[in-house]
């Protein structure tokens, strides 16, 4: 497996500063539900510190902790695609500072300034790639430990 991307950290300086114009600093209390799955995807965050827990629904009253993210993470990326909706949940997992991203204002940019676009959105494909093999593993792992029951 491979080391995660930053997505910060992977773009060049003059287009990380021109993104870093449209973030807005904020930060959540530790418990504080950032997003549910299947609401409205309209911004995204970059973890500036603090642990933010992806979270998936497997039943009524169960969820599944699909990963854990820090410093420098990229949080949320169902703003790029229709239907705009998030996949998973988020919860603060301690206090997080974050910059946030409104996704027109950034969509917007990207149509201004096609190869930053075009970086960006390979730097999220990165990303997802990188963080669909990490919930496969953990979704396996639930599964594997529920089916084998009791010992």
């Known amino acids: 497996m ?4 930053k997505l910060l ?4 300086p003059p287009r990380r500063e021109r993104l870093l114009a449209l973030a807005t600093e904020v930060s959540f209390a530790e418990d504080h ?7 409205t995807a309209d ?12 979270v998936q629904q497997v039943t009524p009253v169960q969820r599944v902790t699909v990963a854990s993210l820090g410093a420098g993470d990229l949080l949320g990326w169902s703003w790029l695609f229709p239907p705009h909706q ?10 997080v500072r ?8 950034v969509l917007r940019l990207c149509d201004e300034e ?15 790639a ?22």
């Open 33 to 39: 539900t950032i997003f549910e799955a299947g609401g």
């Open 130 to 151: 990188y963080r669909l093999e990490l919930t496969r593993g953990k979704l396996m792992d639930h599964y594997s430990l529920h089916k084998r029951g009791p010992g």
């Open 86 to 95: 998030w996949d998973f949940g988020a919860e603060a997992f301690s206090p």
């Open 43 to 54: 911004r995204f965050w970059v973890v500036r510190s603090g642990a933010v827990s992806l």
């Open 114 to 128: 096609p190869a930053l676009g075009l970086q960006l959105v390979r730097i999220i494909a990165e990303i997802l």
């Open 9 to 12: 950290t992977a773009l060049p």
């Open 98 to 105: 974050a910059y946030e991203f409104d996704a027109e204002a």
């Open 2 to 5: 491979t080391k995660a991307t």
